[in-house]
């Protein structure tokens, strides 16, 4: 699988930007994915996750409420629409996936547990 992410850019605290994945392959609509964000001279963390089927998702405590992650299996894409942007949100927002079809058990939060990323993103918010 090879991902593409896109839809990042320059946005005022309180805005919105939606970011999409595209994924190369028929299996894109099998795996977990999930969205990483890494911010300058942090460590890359969780943002959001979605299993294969979208029935599922998980949102880190810091963003939940404000984004939410969603995916279009006709369309092998996956989003994160972002709102209420704050400074504290500027990264390089990564996709990625994981490598067990039809995976049901827990959404990973764990970057190791992904197998396939894509290039980044920058976000960038201003106050």
């Known amino acids: 699988v090879q991902l593409q992410a896109s839809g990042g850019g320059l946005v005022q605290a309180g805005g919105s930007l939606r970011l999409s994945c595209a994924a190369s392959?028929?299996?894109?609509?099998?795996?977990?994915m999930a969205w990483f964000r890494q911010a300058p001279g942090k460590e890359r963390e969780f943002v959001a996750a979605?299993?294969?089927?979208?029935?599922?998702?998980d949102h880190a405590d810091s963003v939940k409420g404000r984004f939410t992650i969603s995916r279009d299996n006709a369309k092998n894409t996956l989003y994160l629409q972002m709102n209420s942007l704050k400074p504290e949100d500027t990264a390089v927002y990564y996709c990625?996936?994981?490598?067990?079809?039809?995976?049901?058990?827990?959404?990973?939060?764990?970057?190791?547990?992904?197998?396939?990323w894509g290039q980044g993103t920058q976000v960038t918010v201003s106050s």
């Open positions: 979605i299993r294969w089927s979208g029935g599922s998702t």
């Open positions: 990625a996936a994981d490598s067990r079809p039809f995976f049901s058990g827990y959404l990973p939060q764990a970057g190791r547990e992904y197998y396939f």
């Open positions: 392959g028929r299996t894109f609509s099998t795996y977990t």
